[in-house]
């Protein structure tokens, strides 16, 4: 274990004390800028060509959810900036954000703080290969079986890295540098975070939860803007929202409603409507906030446990 440096503030440098000994130095921390109106004109002009390529030759805008309903919700496209999704323990949340980073259509960065690489890798290969999870684990395979699977998984997700921060933490400086080298030469990466709440916990800081959360999500917000793209949040529940969801229901710390750019709650569906298929769960996404269209869509999927896969069934 290397040794945790102590912090006293809970600034948005507050998590980059504590890096891998091949991380890169921090750079120092943004000035502000003052901006006559005339100087956003460049960006302007190329947002302008970025959407016109877009619509015009199908040139990806930035990375798609991949389910129709809430890519129509979030305006096409997750938009630079930090999207969370929460929802309370076993809801899916790693299983829709696996599944949003493997069919985002651009490159992605998965930073797992809580669940392990392989079984990551076998939660895609249950989806992509339509093998239940079970079987993949109780030896009724042969292995060759097992890793032809396995290949075919990762073959249909070529885009997709993942950084293993279950042991050690990941300082935003690392995830910028890693989502660099995944993005390569094209224009989007989408970066994932599971959870929120375990990776900041990672980083040894000594702050009470709440400044060592707020100092997370400023640190995922400012990888968001140094990078020019969407950081997907993981976050956990807190107590009392457990089962009603909304707007506030992250767990610990009141800036995740108000940094996000979209904030997206799962649940099971309790009111039902035309039941999903059978061993799949009716699950609702509630788009609690957006600030690239619509606020208040429930958008209904279902959820096939066992192969740990998402499907829309649309607007509720
Ligand atoms: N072998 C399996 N068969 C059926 N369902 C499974 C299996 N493994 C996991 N699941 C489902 O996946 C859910 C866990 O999803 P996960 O994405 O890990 O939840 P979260 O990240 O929200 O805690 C479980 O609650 C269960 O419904
Ligand atoms: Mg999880």
């Known amino acids: 274990m290397t ?27 943004p000035a502000p800028r003052l901006l006559p109106l005339g100087q956003l004109l460049g960006a302007w002009e190329s947002e302008a060509q970025a959407a016109f390529d877009a619509r015009t030759k199908g040139v990806a805008r930035g990375p798609v959810s991949g389910l129709a309903s809430l890519d129509e919700a979030l305006g096409g496209v997750l938009h630079p900036g930090l999207h969370i999704v929460h929802g309370g323990p076993g809801a899916g949340k790693t299983a829709l954000a696996l599944q949003m980073a493997g069919t985002c259509g651009v490159p992605c960065l998965y930073v797992t703080a809580e669940m392990r690489p392989l079984e990551l890798l076998r939660r895609i290969t249950a989806r992509v ?10 030896g009724e395979l042969t292995p060759a079986d097992s890793l032809a699977k396995a290949r075919q998984a990762i073959q249909s997700v070529p885009g997709l890295a993942l950084a293993d921060a279950c042991d050690a933490f990941a300082a935003p400086d690392w995830l910028r540098e890693a989502a660099v080298a995944v993005r390569g030469d094209g224009r989007h990466v989408l970066v994932v975070v599971d959870s929120v709440h375990s990776w900041s916990e990672a980083s040894g800081v000594d702050l009470p939860e709440y400044d060592r959360l707020n100092a997370a999500i400023g640190a995922l917000r400012a990888l968001a803007g140094q990078l020019g793209c969407p950081v997907l949040g993981i976050a956990e529940r807190n107590r009392a929202s457990m089962t009603g969801g909304g707007l506030n229901a992250s767990a610990g710390s009141r800036r995740f409603e108000y940094t996000g ?28 906030k957006n600030r690239n269209g619509a606020a208040g869509k429930r958008l209904r999927l279902a959820f096939a446990g066992a192969l740990q896969r998402f499907t829309d069934l649309g607007t509720a």
């Open 261 to 288: 750019e979209s904030v997206l709650g799962l649940s099971v569906d309790e009111k039902g409507g035309t039941p999903p298929p059978v061993g799949e769960t009716p699950v609702v996404l509630h788009v609690a």
């Open 129 to 138: 290969t339509g093998t239940y999870l079970g079987r993949l684990k109780s």
């Open 3 to 29: 040794e945790r440096p102590h912090r006293t503030t809970a600034g948005n440098g507050a998590l980059s004390e504590r890096r891998p000994p091949s991380a890169p130095e921090t750079d120092a921390a």
